[in-house]
């Protein structure tokens, strides 16, 4: 992220939002996979990662968005965090079907 040219504070937030989401895919999917890329938009420079689990899937992803809301004895700030904590994010999950989250920073001009 510091070849990207990302500040301190901006490697922070994306890295504090990867670990919560590593976590998750850890501890509610059974493991999985992340990817990172390096995103190129005219000339806007970023970071994307994905993380893809296998595992139970998100019933209710609104409710799983929803500050304090937890199915593991948390704080429940995980998911919203990470949300927060991106520029962009974005969340796919099917019950059964395991779960898919990609945030990305992007570099202010």
Known sequence: MIACGFSLIDQTKMITAASELARNTLRYGGGGEAHML???NGMR?????TFID?????????????????????MGLGLS???RLADEFHLESEPGQGTTVRISKWKPY
């Open 38 to 40: 390096k995103l190129l």
């Open 45 to 49: 420079r970023g970071v994307a990662i």
């Open 54 to 74: 296998h595992g139970p899937g998100i019933p209710d992803i609104e409710q799983a968005l929803t500050d304090g809301y937890t199915t593991g004895g948390g």
């Open 81 to 83: 965090g990470a949300k």
